[in-house]
């Protein structure tokens, strides 16, 4: 193929696929997943908090038993503030709160958490009060 050719079509697989979207679109829409469902936990809507969860998380949560009831048993209180920063790596997110951190994955249907009530450690991968495999 002419070069030319190469750069006019490449735009448009580009957005033919779902991973094209900017650094800034998928940072926001990864920070809206983490949001709502920091808003589920602070306004203790269990049922819409599990919805979020990735399937791995959702299942290691629901180990004992069913997902609404676990997640109440969890420290995990919800933030009413904003999120201080949504960092994106590809198919995982980061979302940070000035309590903690919220990890996601993109999934076809959207981004779902991974991991919350995170908190750094110095050294050492962070400790979190929810995660999947």
Known sequence: MRPIVVRLLLPLLCLALTGCATGAERSRAAGAAAAAFER?????????????????????????????????G??????????????????????VYPHDSVFLALFTDGWKVTAAGCTPRQGRPYRCELKGD
């Open 40 to 72: 589920a936990l602070a306004d203790r809507d269990t049922a819409l908090g599990c919805e979020t969860l990735a399937p791995g998380t959702r299942e290691e949560l629901e180990q004992e038993q069913p997902c609404p009831t676990a997640l109440q």
């Open 74 to 95: 969890l420290q995990l209180t919800g933030a009413r503030e904003p999120a201080q920063a949504a960092v994106v790596y590809g198919s995982q997110a980061r979302v």
